[in-house]
């Protein structure tokens, strides 16, 4: 049986949401479908969908709504099992890629065929979890320190991006370079695609410590920690509903 | 540092402004732009590029370096000293290209495969000079630093 818990709608949205109960509908998946609201948050209704024993909870809507069900899923401990589908609101996003689906009529079938996925997800002391992208942005460049299990690295950024496998990206857009592209934009140079400022790196456990400042570390737009903040991989944290792949025959 | 079963991957980019101490490992290619203390080892392919500043060891499959380094390099591969690299220190490869330009203070080492080449390049010389040669080994053993 599906649980479904879908964003506060408007407008469009409103549209979109009985398209999508009429499709689950149509496929014969239809469950108990609950909308967040100031008396029940996001994290409250995932939880009591664990309570009352639902195997799968289908998050619908944004990467912001999939993320807060991912942090409660992997939280509760009784929840080892339980599965999360995914119906996105946006399907140019890096989720709707990740469950390989191309619209809504795609998301409902998928659910329906119910091809399981192991996937891991980033870690952020002490408690959240993300299956998409935080960040950390300053207007101006900051000192920072970055710790893995091997390195210790010192680095001035503006902006650093975390994604799953513990993916880092640091930009560091100092004042130096953006001389350097306006120089060449009025010469009629080509814009340098060898950035030498950034840095990327991949690890299994990092720690980032912002000097003289604390930092929001943000997902979806929202704070989710400040700095300093250590991040973990966790491999296989959850089992996500993906579209089975497609063998085409040439005819 | 990298996921080492994971060869597909993206690898490793050490920012121009970044300072790092500690052990850079990497299954897929590393580059360097900024300042590294410690070794860089790679499965791949190490760039140290012309703002960078390396002081360990280097080792990889291909090892290419325009910016400075002090330290061992051990390249299983190619290793390719541009025109703007510094390298003060050994390098063990069996395919070294030194660029004009480029400084390298240091030991070089050709693996096994090459003293094979050696070996048989003497048995394919003149009885003539094959005793000069001998004679010279005699003479003078000094090795170039």
Known sequence: MYYYIMEPAGGKAVAWQERVKTILGDLGIAGETVTPSPARTIEELASLGVVKGYSTIVAVGSEKLVNKIVTTIINQKESQEIVLGIIPDNYESSLAKKIRVKDLKDACETLKYRKLETISACFIEPNKYFLTEASIDSNHPVDAYLTTPFIKAGLPFNKITIRPGLKINIFDTSSKRSGNKLFGWLFGGKAQNNDVYSSFFHTKRLKIETLDQTLPVKVDDEVISKTPIICENRPKALKIIVARDIIELNK | ?145
Do not use: C, W
């Not at chain 2, 390719?80 to 490869?93: D, H, Q, R, Y």
């Not at chain 2, 390298?104 to 693996?111: E, R, W």
């Not at chain 2, 050696?118 to 040669?133: D, Q, R």
């Open chain 2, 1 to 145: 540092m990298g996921d080492k079963k994971n060869l597909s991957g993206p690898g490793t980019i050490v920012g121009a402004n970044v300072k790092l101490v500690g052990t850079l490992s990497d299954a897929n290619e590393i580059v360097v732009h900024g300042k590294v203390e410690g070794e860089v080892i790679s499965e791949k392919s190490v760039i140290i590029s012309e703002t960078a500043f390396v002081k360990g060891p280097v080792s990889a499959e291909m090892v290419q370096i325009a910016g400075e380094v002090h330290g061992s390099i051990v390249a299983t591969g190619k290793l390719e000293i541009m025109p703007t690299g510094k390298v003060f220190g050994s390098t063990t490869t069996k395919d070294l290209n030194i660029r004009s330009g480029a400084v390298f203070v240091g030991k070089s080492n050709m693996p096994e495969q090459s003293k094979e080449l050696e070996l048989k390049a003497e048995e394919e010389m003149p009885e003539e000079a094959k005793k000069e040669k001998e004679e010279n080994k005699k003479e003078t053993a000094y090795e170039i630093e």
